[in-house]
């Protein structure tokens, strides 16, 4: 009877199974149905003198989709006999006579604004392109091709293909500066900024800005001098009929009449050589540090000068450096002056946020942003609570896809600014590029849809939806604790699978950078956990000084560390990324290592050189071994006992690198940046920049939260004398339960030790709560201010 239910049992199973089965096989081939496959289809254009946005529809369409499907498709003026038609028109061309154009949906009466339509007439499949302006059917054959279904040998529309829309910001555009400190940029060719440019084209982007002045004159990987780089880009913008910006500082004191005179010659210089110029972007600091009494007159001049050669071209200004008293004189010197030679202001890093200068900026100016997508760290947007074995290896301007957190960034901003033109330092950021410029033409896009339309232009239709999960898993990699994050190998073995099912993408750039971040990012939680392990067993050998001597227990415990140098944890891991990173080289140029790909500096994206960088103390345990072999013999097993119960000071007493998501079980975080994208209503840790990267400093001493909102602690006994232990740089205004405490030791250096006795009176409730009273000035720079790296409840 047994045996008998087993087997109806397993029946049951194996039916459930195969109707599973069936019920997949159908969905692919409903799936397969709703896309219908276009027959030989033609791409017919308007005749006459039609705008270089519309003559670019025609060639962007026919091109692309030539490179994805192997199919050529003929661009004419006449209806061809046979086949698909995709009809691309402006909504004031004549109806072609054997046309007839429905009404719905009906175009939007703005600019850039397109609508689809599919119809069918005399047999035969028509889609109809039709723009407000050139503009508009320019982005409309982009839409098609974010959109069509690519096979080798045919091409696919979706059902729901028909559809009319307007971008909601006029202006949306991204800095492609071709100067030394780009980690990619610098190396391409015209065609290649031309591919790239398109590429931003196609998903909306209407704006690029060009970085023509800076003190970096030369990189080695320039093709061109940057004068004749520059004025191609511009001739660029003007063949898709894209506004040209340029982004010029002036990096001296605007009072020397010398450098003034020749800052200004070099603008006209630009003026002549750009066939194109619509802004020009003069940042008031970062670079620059000028006071806006100066700044005013410089700019009137540039203007005069502008207006020779591009008479419709305005001149911006940001913010950047200001403080609070020099941005309020530029709000009242706009609101008395009212400059029509001013388009507006710029906000952005190190300036006012957009929600206090849209309020004071006349209605008449414009308020465009100027985002940051390209840095992780020390930067406007940083990565929320970043685990620091990234920050150390990964760093500022590695491949970092963001859309989650770029878009709740965005929705925020939206209501202040009329669109934005970007920072970008290189391709690394290239996801958050797309991922803005789709929010500002329709702010409900989702980031998973446009990811899934990233993934289908380029890479292909068949990877669209697992390519876009891959990349929104690469954005869950880096939050929350990585030792803890298990989610880091699963994406790994995703993206292997995916490597290994589209082996034809292996040379495609943006292909190879996802590839290398899931590759990097499992290696270092890989080799984080194990060199963790090293150090806790090195600490061990130490604590046990008394019986094995100071000089053993250093070489003992140096062996253990070296074990990570010596016993690579996973040599495959890295070569995949070394490999990579060759790769990446090769096909774009992105510069991940200074000595061996020529990067501009180690915080210019040069991952490849951190690749081995130590993710414990390793290095601080070494240098601190060296220092306690010249002391005197009774004072070495003191020393080495402190450093292996570092971050172990005892029972009834803890610990907190405040800084570190790991370590910081005590500290208050405060409100999420979801729902505070900018936040502002909690600090986020920041990590020092010491020796280009390569700081033998103890980690956490690199790891700071200024300041916390709290720490917390419960259950404590009140019967004990307990001592807040803190280090940091500079001042420390520290108190326990609202009061502030006397402290009985202070030093002010890195790694220097604050000690607070608490008054017993304090703890009464057997709950403690460590608070910080603000003491940075606005006028300090951010490297010298005061902050916390790490506190000790210590129970004595």
Known sequence: MEAKNRYSFKRKIKLIRNLLILFVIGMSHYAIAQTAFLQNPHIMISSGNLPNSEKAASIILSEEIKKRTGIQILVSTQ????????????????????????????LINKPESFRILVQEQNHRKIIIVEGYDGRGVMFGAGYLLRNFIYKQGSIGIPES??????????????????????????????????????????????????????????????????????????????????????WVPAQFDLTDTAKRNHYLYRIEK?????????????????????????????????????????????????????????????????????????????????????????????????????????????????????????????????????????????????????????????????????MWTRLAWDPRTTERQAMIEYANFFFNSSVREEAADGILALEKNWQGPAFNNGSIESTLTFWKQLEKKYPSLTSNWRWQMYLLRAYYDAYDRKRGIYEAELETKA??????????????????????????????????????????????????????????????????????????FPLNNRWWMEDKFASIKKMPAEEQAKALKEIANWENPGEGSFYDDIGNVSKSPHVIRGESWVNDPLMRKSDNPSFDWWENGFSRQRH??????????????????????????????????????????????????????????????????????????????????????????EIWLIKK
């Not at 970085?211 to 030369?218: D, G, R, S, T």
């Not at 010596?566 to 992105?590: E, F, M, Q, T, W």
């Not at 000690?755 to 709950?767: A, D, T």
């Open 79 to 106: 209806v061809p006999a046979t086949g698909t038609i995709i009809l691309l028109r402006q909504s004031s061309a004549p109806t072609p006579k054997t046309f007839s154009i429905g009404n719905e949906p009906i």
């Open 270 to 434: 630009i003026c002549k050589m750009s066939v194109r110029l619509d802004g020009v972007f003069f940042p008031g600091g970062d670079p620059g540090d000028n006071p806006p009494e100066t700044v005013w007159p410089l700019l009137k001049d540039v203007s005069e000068i502008i207006k020779k050669y591009h008479p419709q071209a305005r001149v911006w200004l940001s913010l950047q450096g200001f403080k609070p008293s020099q941005s309020q004189t530029v709000y009242r010197y706009i609101q008395e002056q009212k400059p029509t030679w001013l388009g507006g202001l710029v906000t952005g890093p190190s300036s006012p946020e957009a929600d206090e200068t849209r309020p004071v900026l006349p209605a008449a100016y414009k308020l465009r942003y100027y985002p940051d997508l390209t840095h992780n760290v020390r930067c406007q947007f940083p990565m929320p609570w970043w685990d620091p074995i990234f920050n150390f290896t990964l760093g500022r301007e590695s491949v970092n896809p963001r859309p989650v957190q770029y878009t709740a960034i965005y929705r925020y901003l939206a209501p202040y600014m009329d669109g934005f033109i970007s920072y970008s330092d290189g391709v690394h950021d290239d996801a958050n590029k797309i």
């Open 700 to 789: 956490s001493f690199m790891c700071n939260l200024r300041w916390p909102v709290a720490l917390e602690y419960n259950g404590i006994d009140s019967t004990a004398d307990y001592i807040v232990r803190e280090t940091g740089y500079g001042e420390c205004l520290l108190k326990v339960n609202g009061q502030r405490l006397d402290h009985t030791l202070y030093g002010k250096g890195i790694g220097e030790i604050k000690e607070f006795p608490v008054p017993k009176n304090l703890i009464k409730n057997g709950k403690i709560t460590i608070t910080f009273d603000e003491i940075n000035k606005d006028d300090i720079n951010w490297r010298k201010q005061s902050r916390a790296t």
């Open 539 to 612: 600490n061990k050998i130490l604590n046990q000084v008394d019986v094995l001597g100071a000089d053993k227990a250093m070489d003992e415990a140096k062996q253990i560390l070296e074990q990570a140098s010596k016993n690579n944890v996973d040599p495959i891991l890295r070569k995949k990324v070394i490999d990579l990173c060759d790769a990446l080289y090769h096909s774009i140029g992105l510069q991940t290592s200074v000595k061996k790909y020529k990067a501009s500096g180690e915080e210019r994206g040069a991952v490849l050189d951190f690749l081995d």
């Open 161 to 246: 293909l028909s559809t009319s829309t307007s971008p909601d910001k006029p202006m949306r555009g991204h800095q492609l500066g071709y100067r030394n400190t780009a980690n990619s940029y610098d190396a391409w060719t015209t065609a290649q900024f031309e591919q790239y440019i398109r590429d931003l084209v196609i998903f909306g982007t209407n704006s690029i800005e060009s970085i023509p002045i800076f003190e970096e004159e030369k990189s080695p990987h320039f093709k061109l001098l940057p004068d004749d780089m520059n004025a191609n880009i511009s001739a660029i913008c003007n063949r898709y009929d894209l506004e040209y910006w340029i």
